[in-house]
T-cell receptor, first 110, second 117 residues
Framework: GQSLEQPSEVTAVEGAIVQINCTYQ??????LSWYQQHDGGAPTFLSY????GLEETGRFSSFLSRSDSYGYLLLQELQMKDSASYFC???????????FGKGTTLSVSS | GAVVSQHPSRVICKSGTSVKIECRSL??????MFWYRQFPKQSLMLMAT?????????EQGVEKDKFLINHASLTLSTLTVTSAHPEDSSFYIC?????????????FGPGTRLTVT
């Protein structure tokens, strides 16, 4: 089976940088994804890493180390609207469903 | 592109009744759709994988006779919660992949909030 660990809560102030870590255990590995979910809303795709290294998309970056079964999401220049839950997710093989971590609630204050 | 819709967005039903939730891929074909359930302040838990034209695959612990899934076309999957009970009250979210574009991304519907009284 699969399991993912991420911190339950993170707090930060506007303009700061936050890193949300994710460690995973999976029988197979087909990439690490990150999703954002605001209260009452649907998850929205942020980033995907299939290979080791850093992927940058605007203020968000994601990193993967397959040898360590570890990844992180880096959020820069935090804004109030970034307050949400962030989930890491893995897929054990192509074509199967994403399995999500328990989520990290990010609270950004002014 | 890659929009997934769900209907209804909210539903309240009485205990013992059945509720059907529809999930549609609006601008792409989805041979596979996924159904998740999310309780407040918790993660998305995969319930089942819905394959067009064949039986759904249910995750361990999910009762297939209670949560009926039908995937009759490449753009529509339905989840029917039968004999609903208050403990079935949850946020149900469907998801689909567009195999013609980015195969790694799953597109999520807006979710259906079910309340059983």
């Amino acid at each position: 089976g699969q399991s993912l660990e991420q911190p339950s809560e993170v707090t930060a102030v506007e303009g700061a940088i936050v890193q949300i870590n994710c460690t995973y255990q999976t029988s197979g590995f087909y990439g690490l994804s990150w999703y954002q979910q605001h209260d009452g809303g649907a998850p929205t795709f942020l980033s995907y890493n299939a290979l080791d290294g850093l992927e940058e998309t605007g203020r968000f970056s994601s990193f993967l180390s397959r040898s360590d079964s570890y990844g992180y999401l880096l959020l820069q220049e935090l804004q109030m609207k970034d307050s949400a839950s962030y989930f890491c997710a893995v897929r054990s093989q192509a074509g199967t469903a994403l399995i999500f971590g328990k989520g990290t609630t990010l609270s950004v204050s002014s | 592109g890659a929009v997934v819709s769900q209907h209804p967005s909210r539903v309240i039903c009485k205990s013992g009744t059945s509720v059907k939730i529809e999930c549609r891929s609006l601008d792409f074909q989805a041979t596979t759709m996924f159904w998740y359930r999310q309780f407040p302040k918790q993660s998305l838990m995969l319930m089942a994988t819905s394959n067009e034209g064949s039986k759904a695959t249910y995750e361990q612990g999910v009762e297939k006779d209670k949560f009926l899934i039908n995937h009759a076309s490449l753009t529509l999957s339905t989840l029917t919660v039968t004999s609903a009970h208050p403990e079935d009250s949850s946020f149900y979210i469907c998801s689909a992949r567009d195999l013609e574009t980015r195969s790694y991304e799953q597109y999520f519907g807006p979710g259906t909030r079910l309340t059983v009284t």
